[in-house]
């Protein structure tokens, strides 16, 4: 499957994005899907997940409360809504695709298909 990740892009601390990630190639709804970041001289970090259903999610502790993964399967596309966005959440965003297991998993090494990335920078 293709991903191509969109909606970085440059935000005011206490503002919101919505990434997107439209998939092709394959069936999207036979996969669970993710949301990891890179941040400046950090290593790639987990932020979200959602099964293949939408049904279960996961959220790293760090935007709980703050960040929404939802799905659209119909549209082929899974989302990231980020709300009171801090300057600590500045990085490349990655969607990626893995297995459609019940529960979303949070490791990176799970996921078999990554997208290109999308920056989002947060001013403070």
């Known amino acids: 499957v293709q991903l191509q990740a969109s909606g970085g892009g440059l935000v005011q601390a206490g503002g919101s994005l919505r990434l997107s990630c439209a998939a092709s190639?394959?069936?999207?709804?036979?996969?669970?899907m993710g949301w990891f970041r890179q941040g400046p001289g950090k290593e790639r970090e987990f932020v979200a997940a959602?099964?293949?259903?939408?049904?279960?999610?996961s959220y790293a502790d760090s935007v709980k409360g703050r960040f929404t993964i939802s799905r659209d399967n119909a549209k082929n596309t899974v989302y990231l809504q980020m709300n009171s966005l801090k300057p600590d959440d500045t990085a490349v965003y990655y969607c990626?695709?893995?297995?459609?297991?019940?529960?979303?998993?949070?490791?990176?090494?799970?996921?078999?298909?990554w997208g290109q990335g999308t920056l989002v920078t947060v001013s403070s």
């Open positions: 959602i099964s293949w259903s939408g049904r279960s999610t």
């Open positions: 190639g394959r069936t999207f709804s036979n996969y669970n």
């Open positions: 990626a695709a893995d297995q459609p297991i019940n529960i979303p998993r949070l490791l990176a090494e799970h996921y078999d298909y």
